[in-house]
């Protein structure tokens, strides 16, 4: 291992994990709670964030630790004159982090939570009067939260519709919230819910939200030309379809954003390997991360550059290693990686040579990532 020490500041916040006070925890279904953490005015600028972007929580469960990404569901407004963050978790079955925060976590509590990252964004243009159009289902409307009142709010001239598909009304988030935003903005924003398991009057609006729903939507509510701005939020089904419709419709890449929240793409995500640490090394990685460098020998490409970097740098941002949450972006300066899978990037990202660590795997002997970029 060579371990060298370089001068100079990261050129942006890294990803680093504070101790967060639990201000307050609100019941937004059976199965899903808001959790507002008070942020310290020394710790504020650290905590800055863009509307769409998630924290990670970091705890100790049943011995293990855990760490799980919750999209912040408030707006940037909200955030910064309350001084306080807020996310929302739905239980997933046999998640431990979810239980944990849907049961156990209580006012008063302090947790570890992980600066805001995260690329499901889109910069506010205050002067300009766009339509901006959700697409979500379930818990994919907490980002949505954030995107739309932020841009309501920032964009004066702008506005916005939610598609919105859930089983029943009881199982909305958010419900009482969108409804006093319709009221904040009257005029501006259009909510449409679609429950699958609940009749309503209009049959359109009665069933699962799918391909042939949301082109029936669009053909007598809201017209694709129409909309500057897509955000699609949800299952891996609704979203890759939803973006597929809009593709085949002529929506410019640049202006359809996405994220998953649940990957079933048929495909297994890949398990950590075992590797022999005193084995010669395949290849060598190099990464810089908070402005120090650290030389990692590869025993083996097919161990992904993650589980080899944090064997060195315990501090190497991670959340899902799963290819869908972005925390273990990094650029890639040297070298070429292969990844195995990504749900995270945008491909302009992927073209500036940005890669997830916890899905890339070295293709030359010696590569070179830089988180601090
Ligand atoms: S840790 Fe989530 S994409 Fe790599």
Redesign the pocket.
């Known amino acids: 291992m060579t371990d060298l020490t370089t001068a100079g500041a990261p050129a942006r916040h890294r990803a680093r994990f504070h101790d967060l006070t639990v201000a307050d925890v609100e019941r937004l279904t059976d199965e899903s709670v808001a959790i507002t953490f008070t942020v310290p005015p020394d710790l504020a600028d650290e905590y800055v964030f863009e509307p769409g972007q998630h924290l990670t929580i970091r705890a100790v469960l049943g011995g293990e630790e855990v760490r799980q990404?919750y999209s912040i569901c408030q707006s940037r407004a909200t955030a910064t004159a309350t001084g306080t963050l807020r996310v929302a978790a739905a239980r997933v079955p046999e998640g431990r982090m979810s239980t944990w925060l849907n049961d156990v976590v209580a006012p008063g509590d302090v947790l570890e939570v992980m600066t805001p990252l995260g690329s499901f964004t889109c910069a506010a243009a205050p002067d300009a009067a766009r339509h901006h159009v959700a697409i979500a289902a379930g818990s994919g409307i907490t980002p949505v939260m954030s995107l739309l009142t932020s841009a309501l709010e920032e964009e004066p001239r702008s506005r916005a519709t939610l598609l919105f598909g859930n089983r029943k009304t009881s199982t909305i988030m958010f419900l009482e919230e969108l409804e006093d935003l319709k009221n904040r903005c009257p005029g501006r924003f259009h909510l449409v819910n679609v429950l699958s398991r609940e009749a309503q009057d209009v049959e359109l609006f009665s069933g699962r939200l799918d391909r042939e729903r949301l082109e029936r939507i669009f053909a007598a509510l809201v017209p694709v030309a129409s909309v500057d701005e897509w955000y699609l939020c949800g299952p891996f089904g609704l979203v890759t379809g939803a973006e597929a419709l809009l593709q085949e419709r002529g929506v410019d890449q640049h202006h359809i954003h996405h994220e998953i929240f649940h990957v079933d793409d048929g495909t297994e995500p890949k398990r950590k390997i075992v590797v022999d640490e005193a084995a010669p090394p395949e290849a060598t990685v190099t990464v810089n991360l908070d402005g120090r460098t650290t030389v990692i020998p590869m025993p083996s490409r097919e161990e992904s550059i993650?589980d080899a970097t944090l064997r060195l740098r315990p501090d190497a941002p991670?959340?899902?290693?799963?290819?869908?949450?972005?925390?273990?972006?990094a650029r890639l300066v040297a070298g070429q990686v292969r990844m195995d899978r990504n749900y995270?990037l945008e491909p302009e990202e992927v073209e500036a040579g940005i890669v997830?660590?916890?899905?890339s795997h070295p293709v030359t002997d010696e590569v070179s990532l830089d988180y601090d970029a």
Not at 356 to 359: G, H, I, M, P
């Open positions: 990404s993650l991670y959340s899902c290693t799963n290819g869908v949450c972005g925390t273990c972006r995270s997830l660590a916890c899905q």
